[in-house]
């Protein structure tokens, strides 16, 4: 079992930024994909940035590119998501996610573990 708590959301200026932190529990991460989603109010659960094991390779939804950034460190058994430049269409719950698996994972259903969420609201 993966045991996952997100932190570092809350209420910015557009154009500002939020480091999401991911803290894992129960099994060291270097064994799993971690993923970055959100849910906006009345929007489906998207993916927004995917690393494999060790965040050599990453993926990103087209809307984010260029301005998160995620990167991960196995000792700390953390996964982190940088965010710039945001803005008001980034406000969303994030969830952090992980995959049995070692290679990137950009399916959702991929992902077994979750954590609760961390709200991150930017004003425009």
């Known amino acids: 079992q993966v045991q996952l708590v997100e932190s570092g959301g809350g209420l910015v200026q557009a154009g500002g930024s939020l480091r999401l932190s991911c803290a894992a529990s129960g099994r060291t991460l270097s064994s799993y994909a971690m993923g970055w989603f959100r849910r906006a109010p009345g929007k489906e659960r998207e993916l927004v940035a995917a690393?494999?094991?060790?965040?050599?390779?990453?993926h990103y939804t087209d809307p984010v590119k260029g301005r998160f950034t995620i990167s991960r460190d196995n000792a700390r058994n953390t996964v982190y998501l940088q965010m710039d430049s945001l803005k008001s269409e980034d406000t969303a719950v994030y969830y952090c996610?992980?995959?049995?698996?070692?290679?990137?994972?950009?399916?959702?259903?991929?992902?077994?573990?979750w954590g609760q969420g961390t709200q991150v609201t930017v004003s425009s």
């Open positions: 996610a992980a995959a049995s698996y070692m290679g990137l994972q950009v399916t959702p259903a991929r992902y077994k573990y």
């Open positions: 690393t494999n094991w060790n965040g050599a390779i990453t």
